[in-house]
């Protein structure tokens, strides 16, 4: 994951690059490719590895977890 961050970071630098050497084109497809890289591939691994485990119920509002934030005196 942290590879394929730094691949996408590299890749809109060089795209920026290309773009400041008059190769305008160029460099729009790398920085438009390595944001939907970002967007679809690199995101969802992120977020499939941050929530790997935890339960979903822990973190939604539900009339048990209000109680339980009341009786903790967090309202």
Known sequence: MKILG????????????????DQILTGDRIIG???LASAFILMP???YVRWR????K???????????MREKGID
Do not use: M, P, W
């Not at 730094?6 to 050497?21: E, M």
């Not at 485990?53 to 979903?56: D, T, V």
């Not at 822990?58 to 339980?68: F, H, I, P, R, V």
């Open 58 to 68: 822990d973190y939604t509002l539900s009339e048990d977890n209000l109680k339980k």
């Open 6 to 21: 730094i691949a996408i970071l590299i890749a809109i630098g060089v795209g920026f690059y290309f773009r400041l050497n």
């Open 53 to 56: 485990g935890k339960k979903l």
């Open 45 to 47: 691994i992120f977020l």
């Open 33 to 35: 490719l390595a944001v």
